[in-house]
């Protein structure tokens, strides 16, 4: 009897020692997660904030140099064309670039989640 209180007794720390791993395991994985998110999160909302007083910045910036253009060459509407053939020229460019641009923003995703 005492080989099997022995083996009873080991198999009992054995599933204890287990199901210990696992919630310490659930609660890693809970960690990480918010981890994640709240990563996650936070560079969304600083690129959001950043990204609109760029773009404030932009449209203020546009019109003040098609204002000066057009006063430069004596007819507004040439200002705001010129302003607005420059924006659709970095727009192509930025379009011929996407490719380039999509795999860097992967990269670095890919950096800040799985290396962290």
């Known amino acids: ?69 057009g006063n430069y060459l004596n007819n507004i509407s040439l200002g705001y064309l010129i302003v607005a053939l420059f924006f659709l020229i970095i727009s192509l460019l930025i379009f011929s670039l996407r490719k380039r641009i999509d795999k860097k923003i992967i990269r670095k995703m890919s950096d800040m989640f799985f290396e962290s």
């Open 1 to 69: 009897m005492d080989i099997l209180d022995t083996i009873n007794k080991t198999t009992n720390r054995g599933s204890e020692s287990s199901k210990k791993y696992l919630e310490t395991f659930y609660e890693h994985g809970k960690l990480k997660i918010f981890q994640l998110v709240t990563v996650s999160l936070s560079s969304i909302v600083k690129v959001f904030l950043i990204g609109w007083f760029i773009f404030i910045g932009l449209i203020f910036l546009a019109f003040a140099s098609a204002i000066f253009l």
